[in-house]
């Protein structure tokens, strides 16, 4: 069962547009985390949401936390080729220690 | 500051044979975190440890284990491989104490079975 469902799966688009991934679930969470993944490597941390309604800018990304702690968006304007890679958005539950991951957003921006 | 450090970067066994994986946290963190990436799956929970005890493990057979020893490095055993163990294995760590401390990943380990 996939309790984070991530949308869109792929997503390419010319440099210079505006996109956003969505993160939903039917369960809440006690926090919301973004990663960001190349080809290879381990996942990279870009931020941390905890309160509901909370948003994050880092720079043209912009993160969201639902409300209900049960969903997150992320943002980007104006996206550029180097934002391309795999983001991963993750839920973690209080006293689990695990993180639920969606099936990630493949971003391809083109120049 | 270091980050997460895992070892070896590949690893190639044949079905059957055992894999020892291992991470070093950075510093001052002493909860380490296992997952498995495998192609199609995305990524899944293996273990938790934390100050040397094992706080959680994922849904996953018996013959993926591990432990933390007492400088919070940790190791990651596989038993018994199989062919669908093949995957980049990622090691995380965070502050430890409780759960929901934002967790750092290592570059991952990249495991073929043949």
């Known amino acids: 069962t996939q309790l984070l469902e991530q949308s869109p799966q792929f997503l390419s688009i010319q440099e210079g547009e505006n996109l956003t991934v969505y993160c939903n679930s039917s369960s809440v969470f006690s926090s919301l985390q973004w990663y960001r993944q190349e080809p290879g490597e381990g996942p990279v941390l870009l931020v941390t949401v905890v309160t509901g309604g909370e948003v994050k800018k880092l720079k043209r990304l912009t993160f969201q936390f639902g409300d209900a702690r049960k969903d997150s968006s992320l943002h980007i304007t104006a996206a550029q080729p180097g934002d391309t890679g795999l983001y991963l958005c993750?839920?973690?539950?209080?006293?689990?220690?695990?993180?639920?991951f969606g099936q990630g957003t493949t971003l391809q921006v083109k120049p | 500051e270091a980050g997460v450090t895992q070892s070896p970067t590949h690893l190639i066994k044949t079905r059957g044979q055992q894999a020892t994986l291992r991470c070093s946290p950075i510093s001052g963190h002493t909860s380490v975190y296992w997952y498995q990436q495998a192609l199609g799956l995305g990524l899944q929970f293996l273990l938790w440890y934390d100050e040397g005890e094992e706080r959680n493990r994922g849904n996953f057979p018996p013959r993926f284990s591990g432990r933390q020893f007492p400088n919070y490095s940790s190791e990651l055993n596989v038993n018994a491989l199989e062919l669908e163990d093949s995957a980049l294995y990622l090691c995380a760590s965070s502050l430890g104490g409780r759960s929901g401390n934002e967790q750092f990943f290592g570059p991952g380990t990249r495991l073929t079975v043949l």
């Open positions: 993750a839920g973690a539950r209080s006293n689990t220690g695990k993180l639920i």
